[in-house]
């Protein structure tokens, strides 16, 4: 039960990389097919920076961000693994964080896919949106954990 966190981010990493193949290869760079008709579409797109594509072509300071991220976040799961909260939320960051890793090493660029219709919102994948839950899920933890400790 306690690796259940891990297996399941293992899952996660390997789904995002096996999306953003599909993606890749079946849908032409650019292009936008409605998932949701008004709410989400599918689309490929390349990003070298960051969300909006802040920072674009940065490659070599997100390389260093993001050892310096596993690093911690790795040290954070090592030392919380007995807090459930924190194994899930770190996981899920540590897989996000490798997926665009992963990404970036390979491709030299992220590759984004869903896209919100009904608002302007940054392109995302599969991967931001664990680091998305996972960063939800320790602040929950921690305000937990300092409104029981206060």
Partial sequence: ???TAYIFGLILLIADQAFKFFISH???LGAVWPLIPGALSLTNLRNDGAAWS?????????????????FVLGYLLIT???HVWYRWGLSLM???TL????????LKYVVDMF???????????IADSC????????????MRDNRIEG
């Avoid at 802040?54 to 596993?70: D, E, H, K, P, W």
């Avoid at 896209?115 to 994948?125: A, G, K, M, R």
């Avoid at 680091?131 to 921690?142: D, F, K, P, R």
């Fill in 94 to 96: 540590i897989s996000g």
């Fill in 26 to 28: 079946t849908i032409p």
């Fill in 1 to 3: 039960m306690k690796y």
């Fill in 99 to 106: 997926g665009n890793f992963i990404d970036r090493i390979r």
């Fill in 54 to 70: 802040i920072l674009a072509g940065s490659q070599l300071l997100f390389t260093l961000i993001t050892i310096v991220a596993l």
């Fill in 131 to 142: 680091l998305t839950i996972g960063v939800l899920i320790l602040m929950i933890a921690i």
């Fill in 80 to 82: 919380q693994h007995n």
């Fill in 115 to 125: 896209q919100v219709d009904w608002f302007n919102f940054p392109i995302f994948n």
